[in-house]
């Protein structure tokens, strides 16, 4: 069983910064943490930002320049927000895959407001 968790959300002002862990645990040998997703309310789940096959990273236009995804092994993950916006308001999720599965966290609320 694979478990996500996710931390480091909150209540920002606009032009704050805030950083997001996520970090897999299980018995699974290759569980691969691979993005950050968000929803805000009444919208779809969406891709932040992630790591592609090759190792590179994709950010979502809107993000560009201001987040930052690291890591420091296959199974944490870090998101870096600089300069959030109110549009940046949203549930984060980070998902994993293994093998032909995939599961998500329980998600953090990220609130930009002031």
């Known amino acids: 069983q694979v478990q996500l968790v996710e931390s480091g959300g909150g209540l920002v002002q606009p032009g704050g910064s805030l950083r997001l862990s996520c970090a897999a645990s299980g018995s699974i040998f290759s569980i691969y943490v691979e993005g950050w997703y968000r929803q805000a309310p009444g919208k779809q789940r969406e891709l932040v930002a992630a790591?592609?096959?090759?190792?590179?990273t994709i950010y979502a236009d809107s993000v560009k320049g201001r987040f930052t995804i690291s890591r420091d092994n296959a199974k944490t993950v870090y998101l870096q927000m600089n300069s959030l916006k109110p549009e940046d308001t949203a549930v984060y999720y980070c998902h994993a895959v293994f093998g032909y599965s995939d599961t998500w966290g329980q998600g953090t609320q990220v609130t930009v407001s002031s």
């Open positions: 790591f592609t096959s090759d190792g590179t």
